[in-house]
């Protein structure tokens, strides 16, 4: 009897211990969410069927809904990534590649913050040979979430320059130059840009009675049929064409001709005929811009298809009665300042904590970003005086988010007293006033010695 009953308890403790040893497991199962099979099922009830049906502005909405669902890091960059793929077959390359590689903007938070430049998390871009490759199996987010190296792949960045081609818009200068040389190797020939065009040095607009004239971009090619998935083998391939045919019918309307886009050092350009495919469907495209009724006519050689870097300048005339304009930013604030003054400045909105300037940069605030790193105008403009260390003029940039402008509050810049050198000379005028006081007595006095 006492052996029957020794033996029960044994068994009831072995159950107990083994009760004791799975917990920990169970806990771990509940606390590290099941990530491959949530990215499955994303994939395969969400994602893809707006990505066959090429309903990319769907596909958006949907993607911003996962994002603020996101239950952890991991999600949220596998959300980055598709994010990153609907803006580009949207054919907003631009947009694309700031969500995926800008670490500047503090109002994105780019793939490559997210990821600390592929050191944490997702350890490599994201291409198809790599991820095929990678054999981190317990470390990267490929491999734990099981992507799908086909459809989750970002290889067609690496392509960029031959797919697409940026129109640079110039104001000719002489009719009777050949301006077909400034879109051929320019180590052949010894044409400067100034001899033919006239630079505009500052970021502006194009304005007759004060309204901002319009161009439009128009492609000859046809480009009615929006392409079709189940036409494609690849998924990349029907990615790069809807994203040409996205980005042909996006630019085919009014472009402001606004001069923001610097092509070479204070030389701007339109900024919204970057990005141009090159083909479609096998043909180079054609097309010309229609500007106040003048046609400036662009097209693309079967040989410039296959060729790196492409791009197009199109002279147009200047037309009587236009004017440039200065453009204002209106969220920015640009300081021009000696470098020994920079700490004096304190910034400050309507109803906040006034601080020093330096306090904001790399500060995580909501409401005004500092960026300092500006290339000082003094280097461009007396540069002798710079290499002499005479002086130099720093530049300071000051952004301020929309929705702080929304409520139309004040921001305050003070220039105090604290900066560098400020004691030095305060004694410097107290010794001159103290010398000019002994001045005036004695020249009182010694006349009547």
């Known amino acids: 009897m ?26 771990q199962d509940i606390a590290i969410p099941p990530f491959k099979d949530d990215i499955y099922i994303y994939k395969k009830d969400i994602i893809f069927p707006y990505y066959k049906d090429g309903d990319f502005k769907g596909l958006k909405e949907e993607i911003r809904n996962l994002q603020k669902e996101a239950k952890n890091i991991q999600e949220d960059i596998y959300f980055k990534i598709w994010e990153i793929k609907v803006e580009y077959c949207l054919g907003n390359i631009s947009n694309a590649l700031k969500i995926k590689n800008d670490t500047d903007d503090p109002l994105v938070n780019s793939l490559e913050e997210l990821t600390d430049s592929y050191k944490i998390y997702l350890l490599h871009e994201l291409t198809i040979e790599k991820m095929i490759d ?8 490929c491999q734990i979430g ?15 320059n031959y797919n697409f081609s940026n129109i640079y818009i110039f104001f000719q200068k002489r009719a009777d130059r050949n301006l077909d040389v400034l879109n051929e190797d320019q180590t052949k020939n010894n044409t400067k840009f ?27 090619n046809d480009i009615a049929d929006k392409p ?24 085919q309307k009014n472009i402001p001709l606004e001069f923001t886009y610097e092509k070479t050092n204070r030389n701007y350009t339109t900024e919204k005929l970057q990005y141009i495919p090159k083909e479609i469907k096998g043909s180079p495209i054609s097309g010309f811009i229609l500007i106040n ?16 870097n492409v791009e197009k300048i199109v002279p147009i005339f200047w037309v009587d009665g236009w004017k440039i304009v200065p453009n204002i930013e209106k969220y920015k604030i640009k300081l021009l300042i000696h470098e020994d003054y920079v700490d004096a ?30 290339d000082s105008l003094s280097i461009n403009k007396w540069p002798k005086l710079v290499e002499e260390n005479v002086f130099q003029t720093k530049e300071i940039e000051i952004t301020i988010s929309e929705e702080e402008d929304k409520v139309q509050n004040d921001l305050n810049v003070v220039l105090t007293n604290k900066y560098s050198g400020y004691e030095k000379e305060q004694r ?22």
């Not at 099981?146 to 960029?160: A, M, S, T």
């Not at 009724?293 to 790196?308: A, S």
């Open 345 to 374: 400045i304190n910034i400050y909105i309507r109803g906040n904590e006034e601080k020093n300037i330096n306090d904001y940069i790399n500060l995580d605030d909501e409401n005004i970003f500092v960026n300092t790193e500006i």
């Open 228 to 251: 079709d998935y189940y036409d494609y083998e690849m998924n990349d391939e029907f990615e790069q064409y809807i994203s040409k045919y996205n980005r042909l019918n996006t630019l």
């Open 428 to 449: 410097r005028k107290i010794i001159s006033m103290v010398l000019i006081g002994v001045g005036i007595a004695l020249n009182i006095v010694i006349p009547f010695l």
């Open 293 to 308: 009724d003048y046609r400036y006519y662009f097209e693309f050689k079967e040989d410039e298809i296959l060729t790196e």
């Open 146 to 160: 099981g992507f799908d190296p086909y459809l989750d792949n970002l290889d067609y960045f690496d392509n960029l």
């Open 134 to 141: 990678c054999e981190k199996y317990d470390d990267c987010l």
């Open 194 to 220: 100034n001899d033919l065009f006239y630079p505009i040095e500052y970021q502006s607009t194009i304005r007759e009675k004060n309204d901002i004239v319009s161009a439009k971009l128009y492609i000859i």
């Open 2 to 27: 006492w052996i029957m009953k020794t033996i029960r308890m044994r068994n009831i403790l072995l159950l107990l211990l083994l009760f004791l040893l799975s917990f920990p497991l169970v806990a």
